[in-house]
């Protein structure tokens, strides 16, 4: 997502900024740090007409952005379906979408890569990215660091890699088999202790010996 960045707005975000005295126009390139784009569809303009007096000032609002050509041009459809036509397969113009309809948001949340932007009391607010988004910027990280025919040659290399760590641990194991035998040692040391042994009990016996004489 780069400057400028592509606001998509429904006819409910325009009815909440005017309900909360928000200047759309000054205030969102502030909260977003750059510059924008504010644009919708003509089908919430035209759901927006076909709701009357109630949403006018609604209208008003929303006339005053851009219109962003949309593929229902001879049968309007709702606002709702307009906006999630217009950020279908992967939303390749990266659109933010801002909108006060919960169903609309729902549905915005199980798409990767589509922030959302809503009104809370009398601020704006940018939602936390979704689970799906997380796992698209992962993938794309992953997939930008390490190229497809790159990850092939380090699964060759791993495998050579582990053959020959392997053949290495073989050779040290010959090595270790033709070193002295620790339990050769341990025997000495006993047949020592033996050995040690002895003339005290002959001693014992010498001295038996005397007393019974």
């Known amino acids: 997502f780069r400057e400028p960045f592509q606001v998509l707005l429904d006819g409910t975000f325009c009815q909440a900024a005017l309900r909360n005295k928000i200047q759309i126009r000054e205030q969102l390139p502030g909260y977003l740090g750059g510059a924008t784009q504010l644009c919708t569809t003509r089908c919430v303009l035209k759901e927006l007409e076909s709701l009357g007096k109630a949403l006018y000032g609604a209208k008003l609002i929303a006339q005053r952005f851009q219109v962003r050509n949309c593929s229902h041009h001879k049968d309007p459809v709702s606002g709702l379906a307009c906006l999630l036509s217009m950020i279908e397969e992967g939303n390749p113009h990266h659109f933010f979408i801002a909108t006060q309809d919960q169903d609309l948001a729902n549905k915005v949340k199980k798409k990767a890569g589509v922030p959302l932007l809503f009104i809370i009391q009398n601020t704006m607010v940018l939602d936390k990215p979704s689970p799906k988004s997380l796992a ?26 582990g053959l020959a760590k392997r053949e290495g641990e073989k050779r040290r194991k010959r090595k270790r088999a033709g070193g002295p035998n620790p339990l050769s040692c341990l025997k000495k040391k006993k047949k020592k202790t033996q050995e040690g042994q002895e003339p005290s009990a002959e001693k014992k016996k010498r001295r038996k010996r005397k007393r019974n004489r």
């Open 136 to 161: 698209l910027v992962q993938k794309l990280q992953t997939d930008q660091l390490v190229p497809e025919h790159q990850k092939q040659n380090i699964v060759q290399l791993k495998e050579k890699e």
